[in-house]
C-alpha cells in the first residue's frame, strides 16, 4: 500500500493529465464524429478553467455548483457562435473556431479579472483523481450507449454524406449544434478539473497549439470508437515521459512517431468497432 501512495503521489500530475486529456479527446471525438471540423476545444477548455477558479477564488461556491458553471458557461457560448460557424465546413469552420482561441487568450492577458498574462494561482486542489477518471469513464460510457443508438447512426449518417442524411430526414442543424454543445461542455469540465488540480493557469495554455494537440488525440487514437482518441490521449501524453532518456531528441522521436502512426494507420490506432457509431447493440 505504502507503494502505491508513493507511486500516486509521485505521478499525479501525470496521472491527472491523462485524465484531463482523454476527455479532451473526447470533447474532439464527438465533433468529428458528425463530420465537422471544429477546433475549438482549446478556448472552451480555457473558458471551463477561468469560470470555475474565478467562483472558486472571488466567490468561495460549492465544488458541484463550480464544476456545473464550468460545463455551462462554454456550453452557452457554443450556443452563441455555433449557429454563424456551423454553416461552415472543413477547413474554413476549423479557421472560424480556432480564431476563438486567439480571442479569448487575448482578452485573459488583457483582463485584471483573470490575472493578465500572469494567469490565476493558489487555486484550491478540489479535483482528486477518483474524480477525474470517474467522469472519463461516465462520458465513455455515454458516448457508447450513444453510438449503439439511432443518434449514433444517424451521426454516422452526417459524417458520411450530409446531403443524402437530410434527405432522409436528419435534422442536420440540431445534431451539429448538439455536437458542438457537447464537446463544449466536455472540453469545459477538463478545463475546470485541470484547474482545480494543478491549482494555477495562464491564458497561453489554451492557444493554438493546445487546439492542434487535442486534434492529435483524435487523429491519432481514431474516431470509428470513443475509445480510439482516448487511447491517442494516453499515448501522446505518456510519450514525453517514456522518452525523458532521449533528453532533447525526445520531441523528434514524439513527431516521428506521430508521423509514421498517420501516414501508416490513417483510420487510427483503434481499428475494430467498440461501440462505435452505427455499431448495433
Not at 476545444?41 to 477558479?53: C, K, P, R, T, V
Not at 479569448?104 to 490565476?120: H, I, K, N, P, Q
Not at 478540489?126 to 443518434?151: D, N, Y
Not at 442536420?172 to 477538463?190: D, E, H, I, R, T
Request: charged share 10%; proline share 5%.
Amino acid at each position: 500500500m505504502a507503494q502505491i501512495d508513493d507511486f500516486l503521489w509521485t505521478y499525479q500530475n501525470l496521472l491527472a493529465s491523462l485524465g484531463v486529456n482523454g476527455l479532451l479527446a473526447l470533447s474532439m471525438y464527438v465533433v468529428l464524429a458528425i463530420g465537422q471540423l471544429s477546433l475549438g476545444q482549446a478556448a472552451f477548455m480555457g473558458l471551463g478553467a477561468y469560470a470555475s477558479a474565478l467562483l472558486t477564488l472571488k466567490l468561495d461556491a460549492p465544488f458541484p455548483a463550480v464544476i456545473a458553471a464550468s460545463m455551462l458557461v462554454p456550453a452557452a457560448v457554443a450556443l452563441v457562435i455555433g449557429a454563424p460557424t456551423l454553416r461552415l465546413s472543413g477547413v474554413y469552420l476549423a479557421l472560424a473556431t480556432v480564431s476563438l482561441g486567439e480571442i479569448l487568450r487575448v482578452v485573459l492577458v488583457e483582463s485584471d479579472l483573470t490575472g493578465g498574462a500572469l494567469g490565476l494561482s493558489g487555486i484550491p486542489e478540489k479535483a482528486g483523481l477518483p474524480l477525474i477518471f470517474a467522469c472519463l469513464a461516465l462520458a465513455l460510457v455515454a458516448f457508447t450507449l450513444i453510438c449503439r443508438s439511432r443518434i449514433g447512426r444517424a451521426m454516422e449518417a452526417i459524417r458520411e454524406d450530409e446531403i443524402a442524411a437530410s434527405a432522409s430526414g436528419i435534422d442536420l442543424p440540431a445534431y451539429k449544434m448538439a455536437a458542438l454543445v457537447a464537446s463544449a461542455m466536455l472540453a469545459g469540465l477538463a478545463g475546470a478539473l485541470n484547474a482545480h488540480i494543478s491549482s494555477f493557469i495562464s491564458p497561453n495554455e489554451y492557444g493554438f497549439d493546445a487546439a492542434v494537440t487535442i486534434l492529435s488525440f483524435a487523429l491519432l487514437g481514431g474516431i470509428g470508437s470513443p475509445f480510439g482518441p482516448v487511447i491517442g490521449a494516453f499515448i501522446l501524453t505518456l510519450l514525453p515521459e517514456l522518452l525523458r532518456p532521449l533528453h532533447d531528441y525526445r520531441l523528434v522521436v514524439n513527431g516521428l512517431i506521430i508521423v509514421f502512426a498517420v501516414l501508416f494507420m490513417p483510420h487510427g490506432l483503434l481499428v475494430w468497432p467498440i461501440g462505435r457509431i452505427g455499431a448495433k447493440a
